[in-house]
């Protein structure tokens, strides 16, 4: 995936850390039960965010 457009980027990495946000804080408070679920979700949406900058930052060396 290539990122033509600064703001794309931008958006993609916001929702995936605003994803991980609403996972952490939102879902963990009403659902005590599935804690670690939440906890998971919201390691996946960082892992994904911390990728598209590193996409982002390789595509803008080259």
Excluded: N
């Excluded at 703001?7 to 659902?31: E, N, P, Q």
């Excluded at 039960?33 to 996946?44: E, N």
């Amino acid at each position: 995936m290539r990122y033509r457009y600064k703001w794309v980027y931008g958006m993609s990495v916001l929702f995936d850390l605003a994803m991980a946000g609403a996972w952490l804080f939102g879902v963990r408070t009403k659902l005590g039960d599935f804690a670690f679920a939440s906890y998971l979700m919201a390691a996946v949406f960082v892992g994904l965010a911390i990728r598209e900058i590193h996409w982002y930052r390789k595509e803008t060396k080259s």
